[in-house]
C-alpha cells in the first residue's frame, strides 16, 4: 500500500498569516495527489486535484505544488472560513489512501 | 445541483450486519465511480470501497474485504454498502463521494454522512 505522510499534525495560524502543508508519498505517484478540507459535521469539499489543480468554486488562495514524491498545499492569506482540518489523498493505486490530516487552527 | 444523501446507519450488534445507501441526483449518475470512505471517531478518513461506473469492477480496503460488499443500481441512482460481520473497529461516518470520473481521479462531490455504530 502507499503510505501518504502529511505534516505538520496541527497548525495554529492567524487570519491573513501564509500556511503551508506537506505530504509525502512513499513511492511515485506521478501527480495522482488530491487535497480535501474537512469541517466537523459537515462534507468534506475538494480544493486541489491533479496535485496543482483548483477545483471550480475553490477561492484562489489554495494552491499545490509537487515536487517528486513531495506536495505542499498553501493557503496565501488564511480567512476564518479555512479553519478546518485537511488532508492528501492518492489516486494512484488502490487501496486509495489518505494522509493522516492536518488540523488548522486559529492562533 | 450534485446531491448525495445517505441513510441507513444506525446501531447493531457485533457480527451482525447492516445496508447503507447513497441517493444521487443532480447528474447522470452511470457516468461516474462511486466511493465509501468512513472517518471513525476522533480519527481521519479512510477510504474504504470503490465501484466503477458500471459495476464492473470493485475494489475494497483490506480491513473490509470479504465482509463488505459495494454495489449500485444505475436506474434507481443509488448506491449501496452491504456490512457483514461487523465490528467494534467499524464504528464510522460513512460518507459516499462521487469520482469525477467512471474510473478512479478525484471525488468532487460528497455526501453529509451516516453514522455506524457497532455496539452490543
Known amino acids: 500500500d502507499i503510505q501518504m505522510t502529511q505534516s505538520p499534525s496541527s497548525l495554529s495560524a492567524s487570519v491573513g498569516d501564509r500556511v503551508t502543508i506537506t505530504c509525502r508519498a512513499s513511492?511515485?505517484?506521478?501527480?495522482?495527489l488530491n487535497w480535501y478540507q474537512h469541517r466537523p459535521g459537515k462534507a468534506p469539499n475538494l480544493l486541489i486535484y491533479a496535485a496543482s489543480n483548483l477545483q471550480s468554486g475553490v477561492p484562489s488562495r489554495f494552491s499545490g505544488s509537487a515536487s517528486g514524491t513531495d506536495f505542499t498545499l498553501t493557503i496565501s492569506s488564511v480567512q476564518p472560513e479555512d479553519f478546518a482540518t485537511y488532508y492528501c489523498?492518492?489516486?494512484?493505486?488502490?487501496?486509495?489512501?489518505f494522509g493522516q490530516g492536518t488540523r488548522l487552527e486559529i492562533k | 445541483q450534485v446531491q448525495l444523501v445517505e441513510s441507513g446507519g444506525g446501531v447493531v450488534q457485533p457480527g451482525r450486519s447492516l445496508r447503507i445507501s447513497c441517493a444521487a441526483s443532480?447528474?447522470?449518475?452511470?457516468?461516474?465511480?462511486m466511493h465509501w470512505v468512513r472517518q471513525a471517531p476522533g480519527k481521519g478518513l479512510e477510504w474504504v470501497a470503490v465501484?466503477?461506473?458500471?459495476?464492473?469492477?470493485?475494489y475494497y480496503v483490506d480491513s473490509v474485504k470479504g465482509r463488505f460488499t459495494v454495489s449500485r443500481d444505475n436506474s434507481k441512482n443509488t448506491l449501496y454498502l452491504e456490512m457483514n460481520s461487523l465490528r467494534a473497529e467499524d464504528t464510522a461516518v460513512y460518507f459516499c463521494?462521487?469520482?469525477?470520473?467512471?474510473?478512479?481521479?478525484?471525488?468532487?462531490?460528497w455526501g453529509q454522512g451516516t453514522l455506524v455504530t457497532v455496539s452490543s
Open positions: 463521494a462521487r469520482d469525477f470520473r467512471g474510473v478512479i481521479s478525484w471525488f468532487d462531490a
Open positions: 489523498q492518492q489516486s494512484a493505486s488502490t487501496p486509495i489512501t
Open positions: 465501484i466503477w461506473n458500471d459495476g464492473s469492477k470493485k
Open positions: 513511492e511515485n505517484i506521478s501527480l495522482l
Open positions: 443532480g447528474f447522470r449518475f452511470s457516468r461516474n465511480a
